[in-house]
């Protein structure tokens, strides 16, 4: 189990022993002067954190086993969605949009809201959108307006619910829409309603929190 904690005036990234309860090991970080995490992923073999305190803004990746230090950038730190170790390379989520440094760099510069990418194979999914990991090139983009997440199974498909009233099965390589259920009318965003899919295997479960009910379907691709 890994926490982060107060130590003295710094913060402290300490992983303990579920069946003990023993302390593994203890990375200090920050400044002298305080600092705290907001951010903290297991992302592959890596803990990663990100700590910020006023104008102070950086993270780290440190090894699960023993918490050695791997990574530290100091400037520009924001949330990391994945990192992948050989070849060295970092993906963040930027204020403008989606990022990769350490082994080559790119930036695509999106309105995304801070959305955090799924990843599939070599594409990054941003709702309807899907670009390139390696590259940052733009993949496919569907423009309709989504209501719901985005839930992405292992098969590469993802299901969502825009406004015009469909539950869309998108194939995320390509962007083709390879199946669909048709709820009837469009449906408008309304801010107290709450829309949510879910997505294992082959079936797509819908919640509808307008009306308090929940959906579940089998997805079979439709043959052209």
Same mark, same amino acid.
């Given at each position: ?114 959305? *955090? +990418?799924?990843?599939?194979?070599? =594409? %990054?999914?941003?709702?309807?959108? @899907?670009?390139?990991?390696? $590259?940052?090139? &733009? /993949?496919?983009?569907?423009? *309709? +307006?989504?209501?719901?997440?985005? =839930? %992405?199974?292992?098969?590469?498909? @993802?299901?969502?619910?825009? $406004?015009?009233? &469909? /539950?869309?099965?998108?194939? *995320? ?52």
């Amino acid at each position: 189990m890994y926490v982060t904690e107060a130590y003295g005036l710094r913060t402290a990234v300490v992983a303990y022993d579920l069946q003990t309860g023993e302390r593994v090991w203890q990375h200090k970080l920050g400044l002298i002067n305080g600092s705290d995490a907001s951010y903290m992923a297991i992302a592959g073999e890596q803990v990663v954190v990100r700590i910020n305190a006023g104008d102070f803004n950086e993270f780290y990746a440190l090894n699960m086993e023993n918490g050695r230090q791997e990574v530290r950038q100091r400037q520009e730190a924001y949330p990391v969605f994945l990192l992948e170790k050989e070849p060295p390379r970092l993906y963040e989520v930027v204020a403008t949009g989606v990022r990769m440094t350490q082994t080559g760099f790119w930036q695509q510069e999106l309105n995304s809201c801070g959305i *955090v +990418p799924q990843v599939y194979q070599e =594409a %990054l999914l941003l709702r309807l959108l @899907a670009l390139n990991r390696y $590259t940052g090139d &733009l /993949l496919w983009q569907l423009d *309709v +307006p989504v209501l719901s997440n985005v =839930a %992405l199974n292992d098969a590469g498909v @993802a299901f969502v619910l825009t $406004t015009d009233g &469909l /539950l869309r099965a998108v194939q *995320v390589r390509s962007g083709h829409t390879a199946g669909f259920v048709q709820f009837g009318t469009p449906l408008a965003p309304v801010e107290t309603a709450v829309y949510y899919v879910a997505a294992q295997d082959d079936v797509a479960a819908v919640y509808t929190g307008d009306s308090g009910q929940m959906f579940a379907f089998r997805y079979a691709p439709m043959v052209p």
